[in-house]
């Protein structure tokens, strides 16, 4: 059974840090790109940020290349976000999902192959 289990979220101040952490089992971690994929009422599914299985590429959407940090580790079957200048606007639930074939013709949609619960960031003073 796969399984992506996200942990790290919670409550921070506007300019404040948070690191998320998603422990996947149940499929070959190693062969699957891994993205961050964040959820909000007002703005729906947004794409954070995917680490490529292959060599280790990393995407991010514009407005938080510059302030979080996506990694993986194979041996541990872990996935991570680092996110620094925490803004009111990063406020979410933020979700890990696995894909064999991913592309950002998927990045803003539910077509990825797993998901996980979900881990709520709050971002407010």
């Known amino acids: 059974e796969v399984q992506l289990v996200e942990s790290g979220g919670g409550l921070v101040q506007p300019g404040g840090s948070l690191s998320l952490s998603c422990a996947a089992s149940g499929f070959s971690f190693d062969g699957y790109a891994m993205s961050w994929v964040r959820q909000t009422p007002g703005r729906g599914l947004e794409w954070v940020s995917t680490v490529s299985w292959s060599d280790g590429s990393t995407y991010y959407a514009e407005s938080m290349k510059d302030r979080f940090t996506i990694s993986r580790d194979n041996a541990k079957s872990t996935l991570y976000l680092q996110m620094n200048s925490l803004k009111s606007e990063d406020t979410a639930v933020y979700y890990c999902?696995?894909?064999?074939?991913?592309?950002?013709?998927?990045?803003?949609?539910?077509?990825?192959?797993?998901w996980g619960q979900g881990t709520q960031v709050t971002v407010s003073s």
């Open positions: 999902a696995a894909d064999r074939d991913w592309n950002y013709n998927i990045a803003n949609s539910q077509d990825y192959d797993s």
